[in-house]
């Protein structure tokens, strides 16, 4: 009799536990979509804050290249007349 109300006792355990689990698992469902929309907009918005960020570090390496180029040719032109 004590087999048989533990085998019992077990397969209960073990029904309500994936009841549980059947349970949760539709509740994460919901949050993973709801996350998904919340990940798209915090993508976006990383997005527009990089590029507003290499905007003006774009712009000030193209000045810094033209200012060395200018830099350069000066130097080629004195040597030239030296």
């Given at each position: 009799?004590?087999?048989?109300l533990?085998?019992?006792?077990?397969?209960i355990?073990?029904?309500?536990?994936?009841?549980?689990?059947?349970?949760?698992?539709s509740?994460?469902?919901?949050?993973?979509?709801?996350?998904?929309?919340?990940?798209?907009?915090?993508?976006k918005?990383?997005?527009?804050?990089?590029?507003?960020?290499r905007?003006?570090?774009?712009k000030?390496?193209?000045?810094?290249?033209?200012?060395?180029?200018?830099?350069?040719?000066?130097?080629?032109?004195?040597?030239?007349?030296q």
């Amino acid at each position: 009799m004590t087999k048989k109300l533990m085998t019992y006792s077990a397969i209960i355990f073990f029904v309500a536990c994936a009841g549980l689990l059947a349970c949760s698992n539709s509740n994460e469902a919901q949050s993973a979509s709801q996350k998904g929309a919340i990940e798209k907009m915090t993508d976006k918005a990383a997005q527009n804050a990089i590029n507003r960020i290499r905007t003006p570090l774009d712009k000030a390496r193209t000045v810094a290249d033209q200012e060395e180029g200018r830099f350069t040719d000066m130097d080629e032109s004195l040597n030239d007349r030296q």
